[in-house]
């Protein structure tokens, strides 16, 4: 594959060269045929191809120039994308350093946390403007407002103002900002002023006399061109807020044990419950800071309305909307929240109504793999040129798209150019230049047009990726698994490839009973149970892994890679590989994996024998769902109480369940018993059922079509009016079930939401079809009309 320096050599070196042998060969071609005409206007028309050389060759040297200049941003995209391991580790996180106490308990947000972007807009032949008539860049949207910039030519001066405008305010609003406005010229000029200012009274502010006109023209106008830019810091806003589903006011305080201050406003919650989600939670409420001894904690540099929506999204609450997907993720991205960023992308990815370049640009910032790359294939669909290769992923393909393109149109400007001066000098024509200007400007026009597409292209490609690094750049360095966090999440790169590792070491392997099997624990992946096991059988070494699904269907199937490896002493190892379909077997393996005797010769280290075997699933058919969060021992430091189901152990937060179910909070915090017990046993429920119940009220998108009918009995038996609304959401909006079977659950669990928007699809049915429901129609006695 060519390097960047070789596609940009490789392209611009080859174009001057063509252009250059092309026009010198068209004069020799033309000169050596002089002898048609006579020796005066042989001269006089040598003359002319002359000029008209240095006329066309000027018009070249600029189109080169803009090829230089694509070359560079070709170069600098590709760059980009050429190491991506190194850009990987620009993008991990710092660590939390426990050891920095904080003096008090006010917690001090970075400048990751705030809100700041740019505006940019070239004014073009503003020599030429209307006195007094304002000229505007385009509106663009960030953070749930619009913003524009507009210049004016007034009293001899340039005025420039920016605009803002909230999409949905209320009716008292305000943004308070610090902005900064730029005029861009020439040599670096540059003219700078700042201020601070609160929008709403006003929707604009700038400078009346930013520049006196004349020195404007005269020192900042580039080709006729004006570049300014505005830079914009929102320190405060109020009033832009959408509606609230929940409240974490004084009247949850005997739900919770820490309150958050955001500005003025006080957030109740639990601390269990934001450690089990946040790792910057954890260290902060948790580790060794002074804030986790605090009853009260402020957080600076954040908004409160903000930080509500992310926290209804965290108790799990649909919460998002186009409104504030940024502001949320902006928080997620902060306090290291992955189930929230999840959300975010989800919501983005299937129900948000931003144009893909706004989707993209959050999707860069945060990091959102998924919605990047639905985002990068719809853009390859519709605005990729079709001049130039689909996606421009590879050198090899810039170069072709570029270089192939451009040889054609030199080499095709260079024939009609020959065939147009010969043709001229053989009829003596008297107005060579002009036939041979009007024959070329076209192509002088076509090339540049192309250019044009080309870097427009390059532009939206090279904003991507800037943006894309910027984000890497600012991530911090990974937090200490060991002391701060434990990942309760899936990881990005394992919902791609489902792979896991089993590891055990078996003791005291010499003394074995021959034709006993020997077995690892069980360990849960994917849904599904897995162990492996040895024996000593006919002078071998047998190797078997197991798999044992949680919740399969009547058939199912796990199709797997399997890799078996014998660990011993001095780096020596066996390993053996299989792919293997489990459904009709459990288990698979090697009965003669190694000789017994070579295995306690090379294999064993102190008598014991280390096993692995390295799993991945290709595919699968018959499964339950995937189980999004660990409530296992894992989480034993981020709770207070242990729930038993059957032999299944949830490690929880007693204060945030008591916060979503009012019957929790009678068992937990009530005069039961169980009250003052660290582990209570529920009777007569499923754990399958509980844990997605659970994985719902933590915030996940757990609801399916297969449990959503045990996810809302369990909702209506505990009460808990989080999961009934996530329920009812997902049945309205993305379940398959038929109408009958949404009513039926509605009315046995008792949603009235649901059951309402039922009998309107119902009715709206009978209506389109012209027929009324009778005694026949099953759906009579549920209508209760």
């Not at 002898?35 to 002359?50: Q, S």
């Not at 700038?206 to 830019?229: A, H, I, R, S």
């Not at 109480?641 to 929790?664: E, G, N, W």
Request: glycine share 4%; net charge negative; with cysteine.
């Amino acid at each position: 594959m060519a390097t960047n320096e070789e596609v940009e050599q490789g392209v611009r070196i080859e174009q001057e060269h063509t252009v250059i042998i092309g026009n010198n060969q068209i004069i020799e071609t033309v000169t050596a045929g002089t002898g048609k005409v006579t020796g005066r206007d042989a001269a006089t028309n040598t003359d002319l191809l002359i000029e008209i050389r240095e006329e066309n060759q000027q018009k070249l040297d600029e189109l080169s120039n803009r090829l230089k200049s694509i070359e560079a941003s070709i170069s600098k995209i590709l760059k980009s994308n050429e190491d991506p391991q190194k850009s990987k580790a620009g993008s991990k996180k710092e660590s939390i350093d426990e050891s920095i106490a904080h003096s008090s308990n006010t917690v001090n947000v970075t400048s990751k946390t705030i809100k700041r972007f740019q505006l940019n807009h070239v004014f073009e032949d503003v020599a030429n403007f209307n006195e007094n008539e304002k000229y505007y860049s385009e509106w663009e949207e960030h953070y749930n407002v619009k913003w524009r910039m507009s210049v004016l030519h007034s009293n001899d001066h340039l005025l420039f103002l920016v605009y803002c405008d909230p999409i949905a305010p209320r009716d008292k609003w305000s943004i308070g900002t610090k902005l900064e406005f730029k005029v861009v010229g020439g040599n670096r000029k540059v003219i700078t002023r700042t201020w601070d200012f609160c929008y709403g009274t006003h929707r604009y502010f700038g400078f009346k006399k930013f520049q006196d006109w004349k020195e404007m023209k005269k020192f900042y106008l580039v080709d006729g061109n004006l570049t300014v830019e505005a830079s914009v810091t929102i320190v405060e806003t109020t009033g832009l807020g959408k509606e609230k589903i929940r409240v974490f006011d004084e009247s949850q305080k005997d739900v919770s044990d820490v309150i958050l201050v955001v500005r003025d406003t006080k957030f109740y919650v639990s601390k269990m419950f934001l450690a089990s989600q946040s790792s910057v939670f954890k260290a902060l409420l948790l580790g060794n800071f002074s804030e986790s001894k605090q009853s009260e904690v402020t957080l600076n540099g954040i908004d409160p309305d903000d930080f509500h929506y992310f926290l209804e999204v965290l108790y799990g609450e649909s919460a998002i909307d186009d409104s504030n997907v940024d502001d949320i993720a902006l928080l997620a991205d902060m306090y290291d929240t992955p189930m929230v960023l999840r959300r975010c992308e989800e919501f983005l990815l299937k129900e948000s109504k931003e144009t893909v370049e706004v989707k993209l640009e959050i999707a860069t910032q945060y990091n959102l793999e998924n919605l990047r790359e639905k985002c990068r294939s719809q853009i390859r669909a519709t605005v990729v040129p079709k001049n130039i290769s689909e996606s421009m992923a590879t050198n090899e393909e810039v170069e072709q798209g570029v270089r192939i393109e451009q040889e054609h149109t030199v080499m095709l400007d260079n024939n009609q150019l020959l065939e147009t001066v010969q043709k001229a000098v053989a009829a003596g024509n008297a107005d060579l230049s002009a036939e041979i200007d009007k024959g070329n400007q076209q192509k002088f026009d076509e090339l540049s047009h192309r250019l044009q597409s080309i870097e427009a292209y390059i532009s939206k490609l090279s904003k991507s990726n800037e943006a894309e690094n910027t984000k890497k750049d600012s991530k911090k360095e990974p937090i200490d698994e060991s002391k701060l966090t434990n990942n309760n999440t899936t990881n990005a790169a394992s919902k791609t490839v489902k792979s896991f590792q089993l590891n055990h070491v078996f003791k005291d392997v010499a003394n074995f009973n021959e034709n006993e099997k020997y077995y690892s624990e069980w360990e849960e992946h994917y849904n599904v149970k897995w162990r492996m096991s040895v024996l000593h059988s006919n002078d071998h070494l047998l190797f078997l892994v197991y798999c044992d699904p949680i919740a399969p269907s009547d058939k199912w199937s796990i199709q797997t890679e399997l890799e078996f490896k014998v660990v011993g002493g001095n780096r020596k190892v066996i390993i053996r590989t299989w792919d293997f379909c489990y459904g009709t077997h459990r288990y698979f393996g090697f009965k003669k994996f190694q000789d017994w005797k070579e295995m306690k010769k090379f294999y064993l280290v102190d008598g014991n024998l280390t096993v692995e075997a390295s799993v991945t699933i290709t595919e699968t058919t018959g499964l339950g769902k995937e189980k999004l969060r660990k409530f296992d021992e894992s989480q034993q430091d981020i709770s207070d109480c242990i729930l038993v189901v059957r032999d299944t152990k949830f490690y929880v937060s007693k204060t945030f369940l008591a916060s979503q179910s009012s019957v929790f909070k009678a068992l937990l915090f009530g005069n039961f018993r169980e009250s003052e017990q660290s582990e209570i046993t529920l009777n007569g429920i499923d754990p399958d059922d509980f844990h997605y119940f659970l994985e719902v009220l933590y915030g996940e998108s757990a609801i399916d079509d297969i449990n959503v009918e045990d996810v809302a009995l369990l909702a209506d038996m505990y009460d808990a009016q989080t999961a009934v609304r996530k329920c009812e959401e997902f049945l309205q909006e993305k379940s398959k079930k038929t109408v009958e079977m949404k009513m039926e659950i509605a009315t046995q669990y008792n949603l009235e939401n649901l059951k309402e928007w039922c009998k309107s699809q119902i009715t709206t049915a009978v209506v389109l079809e012209k027929r009324k429901v009778t005694k026949k129609n099953p759906l009579r006695k549920l209508l209760c009309f």
